[in-house]
């Protein structure tokens, strides 16, 4: 359950509750519950981007090769932290402590990757047409392009995809290649 179980759902109650019920039918009584965090995410399954298209914006779809560069850079550290995860066996308390602080340091690695996906898919969802949309990915890409040289601050991509995740109809993006790197 551990190395070769993954899911996703976009109701957190139904992770937790997958992570319990496997829990109980694993017969893991002796492990922490945590013991499948790694693998068990909060999102929706529907929406997401690969990392070539969070590197990627504007209508022509080119690449910026530096921000490309930079997220493999990321990932690929991300994917060496999971790696370790996969590598433990949670057999005790120091064990899960191990794994979350590898868990914490993947969620650090994907942070640029998951806020920059976040606010590219929050311009297909701020236009009401192809038109608008284009439009706002233009000046999202722009937002993101400065970001990344130091020339912004992270506090307006942040309100953008605070506001794509919050709300009635808030919509938590699932990356798919960046949160399951060794699957993929």
């Given amino acids: 359950a551990q190395r ?3 899911g996703v759902d976009k109701n957190p109650f139904a992770v937790n509750l997958a992570k319990l ?6 017969l893991a009584k002796d492990l922490p519950f945590t013991f499948l965090d790694h693998a068990l995410k909060c999102g929706d399954s529907l929406v997401g981007l690969r990392k070539e298209q969070i590197g990627s914006f504007g209508k022509d779809a080119t690449y910026d090769l ?3 560069a930079y997220l493999k850079e990321q990932l690929d550290r991300a994917r060496s932290y999971r790696a370790e995860i996969q590598a433990l066996d949670t057999r005790s308390d120091a064990d899960d402590d191990q794994k979350r602080d590898y868990l ?3 969620e650090q690695e ?4 998951r806020l920059t ?10 236009g009401s047409n192809k038109k608008q949309r284009e439009e706002r990915e233009t000046e999202i890409a722009e937002l993101v392009r400065r970001w990344r040289y130091h020339q912004a601050d992270t506090e307006s991509l942040e309100e953008i995809a605070n506001r794509l995740r919050s709300g009635d109809k808030g919509i938590i993006p699932f990356n798919w290649d960046i ?3 060794e699957v993929f």
């Fill in 117 to 126: 996906g976040d606010v590219r898919i929050a311009a297909f969802f701020e």
């Fill in 21 to 26: 019920s496997l829990w109980l039918v694993t």
């Fill in 110 to 113: 994907l942070y640029q990757a």
């Fill in 179 to 181: 949160e399951f790197p």
């Fill in 4 to 6: 070769c179980l993954y």
């Fill in 104 to 106: 914490y340091k993947v």
């Fill in 66 to 68: 530096p921000l490309l």
